[in-house]
């Protein structure tokens, strides 16, 4: 009976973005803690400082693994979550993929079209996120749209998707410029995180209401609109 009121103190004492770390664990998503954006990084003069790893000219601040051995320590356990976030409650939250699902990462217009183009043809494309931009996706301003798919694990064809783990790119697809798979190796960072390269990270369709698609399903409709980018 103590260790259920102890619990219940432990959970209650959470915030807003750790409540979403039990809530991804419920789905089975494995979570890990994320570096946070500084109250610093709103001013000027430190804004090189970005990110709380305290990298100078962090390529993803707020949107990486605090623990370099991220994917042996990720977890659905709700008590390790809830104790990691009682001792980092600024922590953002990051989501391994290659698991329990894959996303499928593309540019912000190249998302909001593609959504349009699902809806209309009568396709559902389960949970949708929008993120800040990162470095690492060559672009510093601008969201990134995130379709959380299946995953499709450790398929026999080793080349039949790729990892994406900062630089990636499709090993047997041909080159679709700025789409990219995160399936093995990878993460995202989730909604409600706060990144230090724009507002805060959130659900266009919420994973509690919307199962996970297949992702071959999405991939083409997703592909042909980041084609049709290039001549926006």
């Known amino acids: 009976m103590v260790d259920t009121v102890l619990r219940g103190r432990r959970r209650r004492a959470l915030n807003r973005t750790a ?20 109250a610093a990084a709103h001013r000027a003069s430190d804004a090189q400082r970005a990110c709380s790893c305290d990298r100078v000219g962090c390529p993803a601040p707020g949107a990486h693994p605090v623990s370099p051995a ?10 390790l979550i809830t104790s990691w976030w009682l001792a980092a409650p600024k922590a953002n939250v990051i989501l391994v ?23 209309r043809s009568g396709l559902r494309p389960g949970p949708v996120a929008l993120s800040p931009a990162a470095a690492t996706t060559g672009a510093t301003t601008g969201l990134r749209a995130h379709f959380f798919v299946r ?11 790729w990892t994406c783990h900062l630089d990636c790119e499709p090993q047997e697809i041909a080159d679709i410029t700025g789409l990219r798979w995160h399936c093995r190796n990878s993460y995202v960072v989730a909604p409600p995180s706060v990144t230090g390269t724009g507002p805060a990270c959130r659900w266009l369709q919420d994973p509690r209401n919307h199962e996970l698609p297949d ?3 999405l991939l083409e409709i997703l ?5 049709e980018a290039r001549s926006w």
């Open 19 to 38: 409540d979403a770390a039990l809530r991804y664990a419920a789905l089975g998503w494995p979570v890990c803690l994320g570096e946070f954006r500084p």
């Open 70 to 79: 991220w994917q042996n320590i990720a977890t659905t356990d709700a008590e």
């Open 97 to 119: 993929t290659g698991r329990a699902f894959d996303v499928l990462d593309v540019p912000g217009p190249v998302g909001m079209e593609g959504l349009a183009r699902m809806v």
């Open 151 to 161: 995953s499709r694990g450790a398929p026999t064809d080793e080349n039949e998707w």
């Open 215 to 217: 992702g071959l399903r």
């Open 223 to 227: 592909s042909d609109v980041c084609e």
